[in-house]
């Protein structure tokens, strides 16, 4: 056991690790400033109007911003200080970090982002969302006759939205009202996210370098996991299309109370959790490693590893974190478990989206490592795997 344990300190870190050393030690002394200013003045942070869930499952929910924001403080105080060490050679990146900043990650995870994170999530997916479809369109479509077609059809597909029976502009109000009047929270849970995902995924980048037997359970099974992390998000995305029909579910009796405009937030976070499960999807799809050819300059080249490790891993979090609450809200609450609550966790199953995102990204990263230059560079084109956040040997 010591043996193993030596020889896997041995093994230079992966590349990656110090980038993330580096964003998750800058994120650290924010998070240690601003709770510092909360400590002082707890009417100008967020957890007065909007307690975390670390107050909501220890009961201190009315008396416990400053409780909350000193949390926060230590977290900040121990990443800041062990992120500096290691940075400046005061200390090893190995083990000890790898389980430090897994474990300020994971309780800034759970008590600081919860489900609040996953509803900031849609939220900013769903607003951004139609604009990244009319750039892809733009870009797919190079070819001017065909490329105008999609255009058009885009563009009366949006003429319907905005103008039809589906109020979208009326989503993008509230949307726009809701942000600017919760701004602080919406930035601390934001910063929350950030830190915890960088430091579990530079926690797993010191634990993962010998992948050992499961982590090649995880390469041979990497396209079985990643459809069902994927399939997560089919329970939510029938449920909002069911809005469209006579027999909506999943809450749909709120659009009779509410109006229109609960139909077009439901339709918007369902088209976001979609998206969600076709990025999901692309971690075993040809263009979620060779970035399609379509692109101008940079079709055909390999995707960048960090540019979809990162993003799947700070997300993994948010699911995990959020579905681990919806769990402990659920089940832990004396008597019989409600039925709307028991349907919350099943239509939105985060708490398996979010480890089997987890292992889809792991998967995701063996199998880039383990592929030649030449299988990614079909065009004969010089290079390896570019940008790459684990490189060659990074989990291998």
């Known amino acids: 056991m010591t043996s193993q344990l030596t020889r896997s300190s041995l093994r230079p870190n992966p590349p990656g ?25 707890p009417q100008l942070g967020p957890y007065a109007d909007s307690p975390a869930p670390v107050q909501l499952l220890t009961g201190t929910a009315g008396a416990g911003p400053v409780i909350a924001a000193a949390v926060q403080a230590a977290i900040g105080v121990v990443a800041s200080a062990v992120g500096i060490a290691a940075l400046f050679g005061l200390m090893r990146p190995g083990a000890l970090l790898a389980v ?6 994971g309780i800034t995870a759970v008590g600081f982002v919860g489900f609040n994170g996953i509803a900031t999530a849609g939220y900013l997916l769903a607003s951004t ?14 070819r001017p006759l065909i490329g105008g077609i999609v255009v058009a059809a885009v563009l009366a597909l949006l003429a319907f939205v905005f103008f039809g029976p589906t109020p979208i502009p009326q989503f993008y109000e509230m949307a726009a009202v809701a942000f600017v009047d919760d701004l602080v929270e919406l930035s601390a849970t934001v910063l929350s996210t950030l830190f915890a995902g960088v430091w579990i995924l530079c926690g797993a980048l010191l634990l993962t370098r010998d992948p050992g037997r499961f982590g090649a359970f995880v390469s041979r099974h990497r396209i079985v996991i990643t459809v069902l992390a994927a399939c997560c998000a ?14 909506p579910l999943f809450g749909g009796s709120a659009i009779e109370e509410y109006g229109s405009t609960v139909l077009a937030t439901g339709l918007m976070l369902g088209a976001a ?12 799809l040809p263009w979620g490693s060779r970035l399609p050819r379509w692109l101008p300059r940079i079709g055909g080249r390999p995707v960048p590893v960090a540019l979809a490790v990162v993003p799947a891993s700070i997300v993994s979090v948010l699911f995990t974190a959020g579905g681990a609450e919806a769990l402990l ?21 985060f708490w398996l989206w979010g480890p089997l995102l987890a292992l889809a990204t792991w998967g995701y990263v063996l199998h880039r490592a383990a592929t030649p230059p030449a299988s990614e560079h079909r065009d004969g084109a010089r290079g390896s795997v570019a940008s790459s956040a684990f490189g060659r040997n990074g989990v291998a």
Do not use: D, H, K, N
């Open 129 to 142: 969302l139609p604009v990244l479809v009319i750039i892809t369109v733009i870009f797919a479509c190079r």
């Open 273 to 284: 959790v979609l998206a969600g499960g076709v990025l999901t999807l692309g971690l075993i």
């Open 234 to 247: 089919l329970p939510y995305v029938i449920a909002r299309a069911s809005w469209l029909t006579p027999w």
């Open 100 to 105: 430090i900043g897994i474990v300020c990650g």
């Open 17 to 41: 690790t110090r980038a993330s050393l580096w964003a998750g030690t800058v994120i650290a002394v924010i998070m240690l400033a601003a709770a510092l200013v909360w400590l002082v003045a």
């Open 329 to 349: 809200m659920t089940f832990a609450q004396s008597g019989a478990v409600a039925v709307g609550e028991l349907a919350l966790v099943l239509v939105l199953p």
